[in-house]
């Protein structure tokens, strides 16, 4: 028999105090962060029979670099404007 595997909000509810800090520090708004955890969720469901060791940790990782490439792109943007 397969061990459970943590859903997705399951694995946000115990990331909840780290995420709003990851947001912040890269000046991502309320709607791009959503939009940056939906995408981490498709592709980590898309990662079930992978059967990740840290689903937890590739989660936060996938999102702090997701805010790391959407914070590069403002500032791309920005000068050049």
């Not at 694995?11 to 912040?24: G, K, N, T």
């Not at 590739?58 to 791309?76: D, F």
Request: hydrophobic residues 40%.
């Amino acid at each position: 028999m397969e061990p459970p595997y943590d859903s997705c909000a399951e694995i946000l509810d115990r990331l909840s105090h780290a995420l709003p800090a990851v947001f912040s520090a890269f000046g991502i708004s309320e709607a791009r962060a959503q939009a940056i955890l939906e995408d981490a969720c498709r592709t980590l469901a898309s990662k079930r029979r992978l059967r990740l060791q840290d689903p937890e940790g590739w989660l936060l990782r996938t999102v702090i670099e997701a805010c790391r490439r959407s914070a590069e792109e403002e500032k791309g943007e920005d000068s050049s404007a």
